[in-house]
């Protein structure tokens, strides 16, 4: 789990496909300093499993000309490339790190399971003096999902809604999330990961049955049969929500 407190900017430096998985060697010291095979680092939203590690000072043994250290390696299967914008990523795309967070963490952010819902592009940027607010398209499927001050990630960086019509959602970046994550230099037309709240799903989940019309997501429908049922056409309505 994860909180959308990016640690720090990496830098892609190494891109291998080998038949269907895409192998991404990411330079990133700070979250590569006490990382171990086996552990989860988002990457841009994405929590992704550290299959090698490259120490500061050595190479990686890979002949791939990265042998400056605080690297780390990570594989991509087609279900994480179809699904995400780091099928798009190559050698210097730079990319939002962050460590999965230890027991008794502050949680700085939301709650983040890495578990990208969607991409959004981003439509326009508004500048302010020092601030600046982003404008994404909203996937249809996810729109239940976000409301205004509720929590969204972008790209592994948490965030709050600042306002939504349904289609399309914006947020307010101060100074720092600018200089500190690649949300500053993202251009127009840009593809982002999106993360919505999961808590929002687990109660769509929870209370799809006993709210007549309400319909459950595809990451989660109905069993048949839960909940009460207060009229024929209430348990129609819910035998088509978990069929």
Same mark, same amino acid.
């Given at each position: 789990?994860?909180?959308?407190?990016?640690?720090?900017?990496?830098?892609?430096?190494?891109? +291998? +496909?080998?038949?269907?998985?895409?192998?991404?060697?990411?330079?990133?010291?700070?979250?590569?300093?006490?990382?171990?095979?086996?552990?989860?680092?988002?990457?841009?939203?994405?929590?992704?499993?550290?299959?090698?590690?490259?120490?500061?000072?050595?190479?990686?043994?890979?002949?791939?000309?990265?042998?400056?250290?605080?690297?780390?390696?990570?594989?991509?299967?087609?279900?994480?490339?179809?699904?995400?914008?780091?099928?798009?990523?190559?050698?210097?795309?730079?990319?939002?790190?962050?460590?999965?967070?230890?027991?008794?963490? *502050?949680?700085?952010? #939301?709650?983040?399971?890495?578990?990208?819902?969607?991409?959004?592009?981003?439509?326009?940027?508004?500048?302010?003096?020092?601030?600046?607010?982003?404008?994404?398209?909203?996937?249809?499927?996810?729109?239940?999902?976000?409301?205004?001050?509720?929590?969204?990630?972008?790209?592994?960086?948490?965030?709050?809604?600042?306002?939504?019509?349904?289609?399309?959602?914006?947020?307010?970046?101060?100074?720092?999330?600018?200089?500190?994550?690649?949300?500053?230099?993202?251009?127009?037309?840009?593809?982002?990961?999106?993360?919505?709240?999961?808590?929002?799903?687990?109660?769509? *989940?929870?209370?799809?049955?006993?709210?007549?019309?309400? *319909?459950?997501?595809?990451?989660?429908?109905? #069993?048949?049969?839960?909940?009460?049922?207060?009229?024929?056409?209430?348990?129609?309505?819910?035998?088509?929500?978990?069929?």
């Amino acid at each position: 789990m994860f909180t959308g407190i990016v640690e720090e900017i990496g830098e892609v430096v190494a891109a +291998r +496909r080998t038949d269907d998985v895409l192998e991404l060697t990411v330079r990133g010291p700070t979250v590569s300093s006490d990382a171990r095979h086996g552990d989860s680092i988002a990457v841009s939203g994405v929590c992704l499993t550290v299959t090698a590690l490259e120490a500061p000072g050595a190479g990686d043994g890979t002949g791939d000309g990265t042998g400056d250290g605080g690297a780390f390696r990570v594989e991509l299967v087609p279900e994480t490339l179809a699904r995400t914008s780091l099928a798009g990523v190559g050698v210097g795309t730079h990319v939002n790190l962050e460590r999965a967070m230890a027991v008794g963490d *502050r949680l700085g952010g #939301h709650i983040v399971q890495g578990h990208v819902d969607g991409v959004a592009t981003l439509l326009r940027r508004d500048p302010g003096t020092r601030s600046e607010e982003l404008h994404f398209s909203l996937p249809a499927d996810l729109a239940r999902y976000v409301v205004e001050k509720g929590s969204i990630t972008v790209d592994g960086v948490s965030l709050t809604v600042a306002g939504t019509d349904g289609a399309t959602f914006r947020v307010a970046l101060i100074p720092t999330t600018l200089a500190h994550t690649t949300l500053g230099s993202r251009a127009v037309g840009d593809t982002v990961n999106l993360e919505v709240d999961v808590v929002a799903k687990y109660v769509e *989940r929870l209370t799809v049955g006993y709210v007549p019309g309400a *319909r459950a997501s595809n990451q989660g429908a109905a #069993h048949r049969g839960a909940g009460p049922v207060s009229s024929g056409d209430d348990a129609a309505e819910q035998q088509a929500v978990g069929s």
